[in-house]
């Protein structure tokens, strides 16, 4: 993925969360709450089935970030998370990120994040990510 490291690029990514996924994060971090794991349960809920994990759901942010841009040699600073509607398994999304400032005296950069259901076009979660990458800013 090539991207020109200026104000207001934007980029995408595609993805798409598995109940298999869902459940290898519950074990991984111990959040066994029925509402990810239990149909049965979830369906007496609000959201009717059940739902990832937020931050499931926001570990896209870290493997684009931290793979493809800005890539290798990047070091998370801070991410701020919003979670504003539920997502899905098996559910399209999109992960769109804009860088939003550059700060090329300290080689860091603010880039906005956020999952959009590929449907509805419904933002899901959004936040803002400070990256430092001594090559790319």
Do not use: C, W
Request: charged share 25%.
């Amino acid at each position: 993925m090539h991207i020109e490291p200026v104000i207001g690029a934007t980029f995408e990514e595609p993805f798409k969360i598995t109940q298999e996924e869902v459940q290898r994060f519950a074990d991984l971090t111990g959040d066994n709450n029925p509402i990810h794991l239990d149909a049965e349960y979830a369906a007496t809920t609000s959201f009717k089935k059940p739902i990832i994990h937020g931050m499931l759901g926001a570990t896209i942010f870290t493997r684009v970030l931290g793979t493809q841009f800005p890539g290798f040699g990047s070091i998370y600073l801070k991410q701020t998370l919003e979670f504003l509607r539920p997502m899905f398994v098996e559910t399209d999304y999109k992960a769109i990120f804009k860088i939003q400032s550059i700060n090329a005296e300290k080689h860091i950069a603010e880039i906005s994040t956020e999952i959009v259901d590929a449907t509805t076009k419904k933002v899901v979660t959004r936040g803002v990510a400070t990256m430092i990458n001594q090559e790319k800013f």
